[in-house]
């Protein structure tokens, strides 16, 4: 593996029901992701906007309503996988980008690229930082539960716009 620190910016697009947890990873803790499987905090971002947009339409035509909200990121060890695939890699990372959801929903089988995530906690890695296979640009999975007090991925909020719980949408 790779490793690198990031001091970044980064973005997500929220459904606006869960935008008060804006740092938590429980969604994709609750039915797993790309590199994390369920029961793993994990928070998805994009280093890019029109990426963190992309990512949230996928292949849908229509747009559902959503939140963009920018991160102030700085993580000390991450696995930099954003070149993508050569020989210096493990040939399991040959699959990242396997279809997880069809391997967990329709063939109902554990996809290799939760295998990798689990790899990359079990060297102290914090995160992932990859290509989107829809731009082309950089995504970054951060294991939340995997966060020290010396990192640092906090929701920019100057006006505390956010809301704080889900009583927010009553």
Request: proline share 6%; net charge negative; with cysteine.
């Amino acid at each position: 593996m790779i490793f690198t620190e990031i001091n970044v910016v980064a973005y997500r697009v929220h459904d606006p029901k869960w935008a008060y947890a804006a740092t938590s990873g429980a969604g994709a803790a609750a039915y797993g992701g790309r590199a994390n499987r369920p029961g793993i905090h994990a928070i998805y971002l994009s280093l890019e906007l029109d990426t963190a947009l992309a990512e949230y339409r996928q292949i849908d035509a229509l747009l559902p309503p959503a939140l963009m909200v920018s991160y102030r990121i700085e993580v000390d060890k991450i696995v930099d996988f954003s070149a993508g695939y050569t020989p210096v890699w493990d040939p399991l990372w040959q699959d990242f980008y396997c279809d997880w959801r069809k391997m967990v929903y329709s063939e109902r089988i554990e996809p290799p690229s939760w295998v990798m995530g689990d790899l990359v906690l079990a060297a102290s890695a914090k995160g992932i930082l990859f290509r989107s296979k829809i731009t082309g640009g950089r995504n970054l999975v951060l294991y939340t539960d995997a966060l020290t007090q010396t990192d640092r991925i906090e929701a920019y909020d100057p006006h505390q716009s956010l809301p704080k719980n889900q009583d927010s949408w009553n």
